[in-house]
């Protein structure tokens, strides 16, 4: 088949969604198929920030006027068109003529403009633009959903027919396996871990992503066990000012230790080491972190909510995300179940081999282009 990709603008650094769309670009090259990535140029955003001010409406004009009609010219080629995330629905209108397909992964950012995510504030400006990418969905000729969970909002609010809808799970975009413990010792050593026991989270500081209680969950199981020589390892984004004040009130400073710019291999050894992951989101489009823990040997205690018990299936272990005492609790209960924990996460993790994520598409892309 010939397949066109369409991938995100670069200068919007969505690492993510770059990792999907080359993860699809190589597995379907693999397979003979020919395939190509497309995303817009970077013409005249090179002045500020592609997120704030004059740098923002710039990198607007790239993607919303000037790359439709790049997009239809290379359309042509295609046997099939996938727009591999919903936030370039806009590009759906340019699209018509065309087999195509779009790939949602959340639709949280239009759940917010909506106001139906408490704490996540939309903008004037921020309506807008989700209510384009709205209009935009409701044009797709088909929309694939990561998780059963986004598949029930997409219906809810976008209204499409059960037969233009289907799940397919995202596969691992990496390799991740367990790292041999000397090769691990290495990677903490440059993070500036010390040795010994640690928990990890990893993540941003979205309202849904409910980050804030990592740490109360922590000082509730020191306290509930008595283990005070245990630390709490947080990756991804800054520490807000409410999670500082909290570690510093509590005395836990010298117990947290916080890393910003986590390289692969890093984040490969942090879940290898690491005694468990804690992953209390309130909302998901899929759970990514999930998986990456559970491939590499480490136990998951995430929230009781779709979609994350979807991904984690059998593998994880589920708490209640709005209570720090009662999430400590099913850690400390079910920490002495930790090998068989992480035995059952290598289990759950063969339902998201690339290869099955690559035929559901190749089956998705064929019966478009027929019918087409």
């Known amino acids: 088949m010939k397949i066109l990709l369409i991938g995100n603008y670069p200068a919007d650094r969505q690492y993510s969604m770059q990792g999907f769309a080359n993860a699809l670009l190589t597995g379907l090259a693999a397979q003979g198929h020919e395939v190509r990535l497309l995303t817009p140029e970077v ?148 993070l500036g871990i010390p040795e010994g026991r640690f928990f990890f989270h990893i993540g941003g500081n979205q309202p849904y992503k409910n980050r804030v209680i990592v740490p109360q969950i922590f000082q509730a199981y020191r306290r509930l066990t008595k283990d005070m020589e245990c630390k709490l390892v947080m990756a991804g984004a800054k520490l807000t000012p409410e999670m500082r004040k909290y570690i510093a009130q509590e005395g836990l400073t010298e117990h947290v230790f916080e890393r910003n710019d986590v390289k692969a291999d890093q984040l490969r050894a942090l879940y290898s080491r690491a005694v468990c992951l804690i992953f209390p989101s309130l909302y998901e489009g899929f759970g990514l972190p999930v998986i990456e823990a559970q491939a590499s040997g480490c136990p998951v205690f995430t929230s009781d909510r779709p979609p994350l018990t979807e991904v984690g299936g059998a593998g994880a272990v589920y708490f209640d995300p709005t209570d720090p005492e009662t999430a400590a609790q099913t850690i400390a209960d079910n920490l002495t179940d930790r090998g068989p924990m992480t035995e059952r996460g290598f289990a759950n993790v063969q339902h998201f081999a690339p290869e099955i994520m690559l035929s559901r598409y190749l089956e998705v892309y064929q019966s478009i282009a027929q019918r087409h």
């Open 43 to 190: 013409h005249l955003q090179r002045i500020g920030s592609p997120h704030h001010g004059i740098g923002k409406w710039l990198g607007y004009a790239d993607k919303y006027l000037l790359f439709p009609r790049v997009l239809r010219k290379a359309s042509v080629w295609a046997d099939v068109v996938h727009i591999c995330d919903q936030g370039n629905a806009i590009y759906l209108n340019s699209l018509q003529d065309f087999p195509h397909l779009i790939t949602c992964h959340d639709l949280l950012a239009l759940r917010a403009s909506l106001g139906e995510i408490p704490g996540w504030n939309t903008g004037r400006s921020g309506r807008v633009y989700q209510g384009l990418i709205l209009r935009g969905l409701k044009r797709a000729g088909y929309i694939i959903c990561d998780s059963e969970a986004t598949s029930r909002d997409v219906q809810r609010l976008i209204g499409i027919d059960s037969d233009q809808i289907s799940r397919i799970f995202v596969s691992l975009l990496q390799s991740y396996q367990p790292m041999p413990e000397l090769e691990s010792a290495g990677h903490l050593r440059e």
